[in-house]
């Protein structure tokens, strides 16, 4: 899984982005920075920032904070990966940045709510991992949504754009989307799943920033 790390003159990011970026030596680390900026609620429409502008504007979504997770990750010489939890509509898609430790994988994650965050190393493989998501996704009414998950998306075969383009990535999104995924449930069984409890509900009010 390790790479050669990606320099401050390949990267096109400036000296202070890519000063800031090394700082985040460790998964912790990226994701304690990420912790620390408010999450973007695209109240002037909606945004798919490259790591320079989502640095610029001290906001982030999922999908931002796993390219910047991403980004720091490759300056440590590891692979910038991307995972996309896929789900049935209405609900919304979530995307985190994988990274492996001794054998074991773990994932970052930009959040504003108490489910769908870190993960540790511990999981044997990706679908083990995508599934501790499993009984946290879910609507209001408590129905589970997570259907699929994509193989693991790697940005350094996707060049360099996504560091510092100023515009809207959302083609980069979209191609993510259509990606490879491994569905986890047939049909049949989704009629099965037991809506979450009332419990499971309030705990999800709960959020790191108002809107």
């Known amino acids: 899984m390790r790479m050669q790390p990606i320099n401050e003159a390949k990267s096109g990011l400036d000296h202070k982005d890519c000063q800031l970026l090394k700082r985040l030596n460790t998964p912790a680390k990226i994701q304690d920075f990420l912790n620390s900026l408010p999450f973007n609620f695209e109240q002037k429409g909606e945004t798919h920032h490259s790591v320079r502008l989502t640095l610029k ?4 979504h999922c999908f931002e904070g796993a390219l910047l997770a991403a980004a720091a990750l490759w300056m440590q010489g590891r692979r910038p990966l991307l995972l996309d939890l896929k789900t049935v509509r209405p609900d919304f898609d979530h995307v985190v940045a994988l990274y492996r430790t001794n054998g074991r994988w773990g994932a970052i994650s930009k ?4 489910v769908l965050r870190y993960r540790d190393p511990v999981y044997r493989d990706v679908r083990e991992l995508a599934m501790s998501y ?8 408590g129905r589970k949504t997570l259907r699929s998950f994509s193989k693991p998306f790697d940005l350094s075969k ?24 491994t569905r986890i449930l047939s049909a049949a069984n989704a009629r099965h799943l037991r809506p979450a409890d009332r419990i499971e509900l309030l705990a999800t009010d709960i959020v790191e920033y108002k809107k």
Do not use: I, K
């Open 158 to 181: 996707v060049g360099t754009g996504w560091l510092t383009t100023g515009e809207n990535l959302a083609d980069l999104a979209h191609r993510l989307d259509r990606s490879p995924h």
């Open 57 to 60: 504007h001290g906001r982030v």
């Open 111 to 114: 959040t504003n709510h108490s």
């Open 134 to 141: 499993f009984h946290e996704y879910f609507l209001d009414d």
